[in-house]
Structures are given as structure tokens and as C-alpha cells.
């Protein structure tokens, strides 16, 4: 592919583009939104160096240190670091199997002034949860009514294994209050950085100026190499092969889990996206169970990353797309391991603690 990119396009692939994207690149991007719901026009797409510097831009462009940002509860740990680079204050609304308690944002609104809310509607990092439909548009409504603007963050929406599709947020949006984000890093190649944002023609502009000043433009030569996939079809047939394939690990996953999980150690069954979020047992302390795991070589994300404060329960993630499947079970296998081995550990802390020895 990069070597007809190169022998057709000629130096032009290896030279600046401009900062919004490769045009040809924007206008495969509105036809890939189509199946989101999202009818955009290439003036309206930012082509960008990954999400992550999506996330970035949007902090640089819109926030002030001091602004009030809305988060779901667990959120996407590199989103809140993000925020908390550009020194606002996180409030956080927890989430149930269907997403942000929107109930719990309408009564938060009625007392603070956000100046974004982010979101993360479909198979959310890191519990794969789905926004239901009556509430997204609850929350579009809340947004307009308190003219807050939305950034959804949607990198997984194309990773569905199973059940119907739910139009994106920036889909059901009449107001133009939605800014929508996405990637190519989870379908694709995360190596190449490439993403983009969706958002009305004046954010946009706006948001390239800050690009501007961050890193010119993203990768020519990588814009024509997904534009070539976009546009000629290889996309589409990727795309339904890894969902194949990652439906099955996911399956795999979750019958390992069904075999080795201990008693109290409870997780849910993502319809989409790259992870299953754990509940531990009340008697597996979460630092405790982090030693033990790195003593068994095996990796997660411990939950409390993903909470603006501390966590109201102790979770973990589990990814299922990056390990071949004979390493996931292998993987549960030692994190039943680590959870037994952690149970059995002798429980401290039933002594009484008679003061803080004085540091000399
Ligand atoms: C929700 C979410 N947003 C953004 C990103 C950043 O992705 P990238 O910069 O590779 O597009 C990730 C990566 O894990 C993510 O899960």
C-alpha cells in the first residue's frame, strides 16, 4: 500500500498537508461516519495525531484553569490526565450498565456551570458500558438547556460483537452542541496516530490554529495510506475480520473467567469495544492484588485510575483484543492465582493502631 501511495501520489505524500487533513483523507472520514449517523461536510472534519491529541486540543481550545469539566465515573484515565494538565476542576457522575446516571448530571447542572462535558457513550474505556438511547437524548437536552458543550469520545463504536447499533451522540444532535471524536488506532493502526474530530466549520477552524502551533499537521503520508484503505474497500473487510477475531477472544475470556474467577469477583459482558471491568472481591485489596499479579506476570488496569477521587468499589480492566486467545486463558489462570494467593494472605490491620511514631 505505502509503495503505490508513493509511486502515485509521488513526493506529494512525503510533503506538508495542510493542518486540517488531506482533503481526499476528510472525505473518506464523513463517508466512514455515515453508519454512525453522523452527515458531515470535510470543512467540519480535523484530522488529528491520534484521539489523544483530539482530547488535548479541545483542553487547549476550550477549557481555562479553574473551568468546571463533567466526567463520567470510570472515565478514560488519559482524558482525565489530560484535564487535569489543563488545571480544571473534575466533577465526576457515576455510571450504571447504562452509562452516565443522567439523572445524577440534571441535578449537578442545576448547581454548577460546566464548561464541557465529557462522555464516553459507546463501549466506554474502561467498562464497556453502552449509553442507552433514552438517555442520550436526556443528556443532549441537559446540554442545550444549560448550554454545555459535549465531547464524545467514540474510538470503539465500529467494534460491535453483538446486539443493535445505537446512533453516536453528534447522530442525534439538532443543536450542533456535540463535538465528536474518534480514531483509527482501535481498528486499525494505532502507529500511524491518526484520528480526527467532527464539530461545526468555527470550532474547527479554531482548533486547527491551536494544531498549528502543536505539530503543523499529522503525517501525510499516513492520511493517504488509510484514505487507501477507506476508499478502496480494505477497510470494510478488515474491519469484519477483526471483529470475528475479537469476538472470539472476548468469548474466550469470559469462559476463563467463568472457570478460574473466585467467589465475590464479578464482571460484566461488553457487547462491544476491548474490555471487561472486574468487581473485586471485598477481601482483595486492590494494592495487595497489584503485588500479586506482578509476581504471576500478568497485567490490568487497576480501577482506581479511571476515578477522579477514590473509587466507590475496588475494579479492575481486563483488555481481551491485544493477547492471542491461548494467552488470555493463560492470563486468567494466573490472575485466579494472584486473587487466591491474595485472599489467603493473613489480613492485616485488625490491630489497634495506637499512634503515628514520630519521624526523627
Ligand atoms: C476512549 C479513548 N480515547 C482516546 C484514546 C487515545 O487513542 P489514540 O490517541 O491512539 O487515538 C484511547 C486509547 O486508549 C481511548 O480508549
Given at each position: 500500500?505505502?509503495?503505490?501511495?508513493l509511486?502515485?501520489?509521488?513526493p506529494?505524500?512525503?510533503?506538508?498537508?495542510?493542518?486540517?487533513?488531506?482533503?481526499?483523507?476528510?472525505e473518506?472520514?464523513?463517508r466512514?461516519?455515515?453508519?454512525?449517523?453522523?452527515?458531515?461536510?470535510?470543512?467540519e472534519?480535523?484530522v488529528?495525531?491520534g484521539?489523544q491529541?483530539?482530547?488535548?486540543?479541545v483542553a487547549?481550545t476550550?477549557l481555562s484553569p479553574?473551568d468546571?469539566?463533567?466526567?463520567?465515573?470510570?472515565?478514560?484515565?488519559?482524558?482525565?490526565?489530560?484535564f487535569?494538565?489543563?488545571?480544571?476542576r473534575?466533577?465526576?457522575?457515576?455510571?450504571d450498565?447504562d452509562?452516565?446516571?443522567t439523572d445524577?448530571?440534571?441535578?449537578?447542572?442545576?448547581r454548577?456551570?460546566?464548561?464541557?462535558i465529557?462522555?464516553?457513550?459507546?463501549f466506554?474505556n474502561?467498562s464497556?458500558?453502552?449509553?442507552?438511547?433514552?438517555?442520550r437524548?436526556?443528556?443532549l437536552?441537559?446540554?442545550w438547556?444549560?448550554?454545555?458543550?459535549i465531547l464524545?469520545?467514540?474510538?470503539y463504536?465500529d467494534l460491535?460483537?453483538?446486539?443493535?447499533?445505537?446512533?453516536?451522540?453528534k447522530?442525534?444532535?439538532p443543536y450542533?452542541?456535540?463535538i465528536?471524536?474518534s480514531?483509527?488506532?482501535k481498528?486499525?493502526?494505532?502507529?500511524?496516530?491518526?484520528?480526527?474530530?467532527?464539530?461545526p466549520?468555527?470550532?474547527?477552524?479554531?482548533?486547527?490554529?491551536?494544531?498549528?502551533?502543536v505539530d503543523?499537521h499529522?503525517?501525510?503520508l499516513?492520511q493517504?495510506?488509510v484514505?487507501g484503505?477507506?476508499?478502496?474497500?480494505?477497510?470494510a473487510?478488515h474491519l469484519g475480520?477483526?471483529?470475528?477475531a475479537y469476538?472470539?477472544r472476548?468469548?474466550v475470556?469470559?469462559?476463563?473467567?467463568?472457570?478460574?474467577?473466585?467467589?465475590?469477583?464479578?464482571w460484566n459482558?461488553?457487547?462491544?469495544?476491548?474490555?471487561v471491568?472486574?468487581?473485586?472481591p471485598?477481601d482483595?485489596?486492590?494494592?495487595?492484588?497489584?503485588?500479586?499479579?506482578?509476581?504471576?506476570?500478568?497485567?490490568y488496569?487497576p480501577g482506581?485510575?479511571?476515578?477522579?477521587?477514590?473509587p466507590p468499589v475496588?475494579?479492575?480492566r481486563?483488555?481481551?483484543?491485544?493477547?492471542p486467545?491461548e494467552?488470555?486463558?493463560?492470563?486468567?489462570?494466573?490472575?485466579?492465582?494472584?486473587l487466591?494467593?491474595?485472599?489467603?494472605?493473613?489480613?492485616?490491620?485488625?490491630?489497634?493502631v495506637?499512634?503515628?511514631?514520630p519521624i526523627?
Amino acid at each position: 500500500m505505502q509503495e503505490e501511495i508513493l509511486v502515485r501520489k509521488g513526493p506529494e505524500a512525503l510533503l506538508h498537508s495542510p493542518t486540517e487533513g488531506v482533503t481526499a483523507f476528510r472525505e473518506a472520514i464523513c463517508r466512514h461516519m455515515v453508519p454512525r449517523g453522523i452527515r458531515s461536510s470535510p470543512e467540519e472534519v480535523l484530522v488529528t495525531s491520534g484521539s489523544q491529541q483530539g482530547l488535548d486540543l479541545v483542553a487547549r481550545t476550550l477549557l481555562s484553569p479553574g473551568d468546571v469539566v463533567v466526567v463520567e465515573e470510570p472515565s478514560y484515565f488519559g482524558a482525565l490526565e489530560v484535564f487535569r494538565s489543563a488545571r480544571v476542576r473534575l466533577l465526576g457522575v457515576p455510571t450504571d450498565a447504562d452509562g452516565m446516571r443522567t439523572d445524577v448530571l440534571e441535578a449537578l447542572l442545576a448547581r454548577q456551570q460546566p464548561r464541557l462535558i465529557y462522555t464516553l457513550p459507546t463501549f466506554q474505556n474502561p467498562s464497556g458500558c453502552v449509553l442507552s438511547l433514552p438517555r442520550r437524548r436526556h443528556l443532549l437536552e441537559l446540554a442545550w438547556r444549560h448550554q454545555v458543550p459535549i465531547l464524545e469520545d467514540d474510538p470503539y463504536s465500529d467494534l460491535r460483537y453483538e446486539g443493535e447499533a445505537l446512533p453516536s451522540l453528534k447522530a442525534l444532535d439538532p443543536y450542533g452542541h456535540v463535538i465528536h471524536l474518534s480514531s483509527f488506532s482501535k481498528v486499525l493502526f494505532p502507529g500511524l496516530r491518526l484520528g480526527w474530530i467532527a464539530a461545526p466549520r468555527p470550532l474547527v477552524r479554531q482548533l486547527a490554529l491551536v494544531k498549528q502551533t502543536v505539530d503543523l499537521h499529522s503525517g501525510t503520508l499516513g492520511q493517504w495510506i488509510v484514505e487507501g484503505f477507506l476508499s478502496g474497500g480494505l477497510f470494510a473487510k478488515h474491519l469484519g475480520a477483526t471483529r470475528a477475531a475479537y469476538r472470539r477472544r472476548r468469548d474466550v475470556l469470559l469462559a476463563a473467567l467463568e472457570e478460574e474467577a473466585p467467589a465475590g469477583f464479578t464482571w460484566n459482558r461488553p457487547e462491544g469495544g476491548f474490555y471487561v471491568w472486574c468487581r473485586l472481591p471485598e477481601d482483595v485489596p486492590p494494592a495487595r492484588l497489584l503485588a500479586q499479579a506482578a509476581a504471576e506476570r500478568v497485567a490490568y488496569l487497576p480501577g482506581g485510575a479511571s476515578f477522579v477521587e477514590e473509587p466507590p468499589v475496588n475494579s479492575i480492566r481486563l483488555n481481551f483484543t491485544f493477547a492471542p486467545e491461548e494467552q488470555l486463558r493463560e492470563g486468567v489462570r494466573r490472575l485466579g492465582r494472584a486473587l487466591r494467593a491474595t485472599q489467603a494472605e493473613p489480613r492485616r490491620g485488625n490491630h489497634t493502631v495506637v499512634g503515628t511514631p514520630p519521624i526523627v
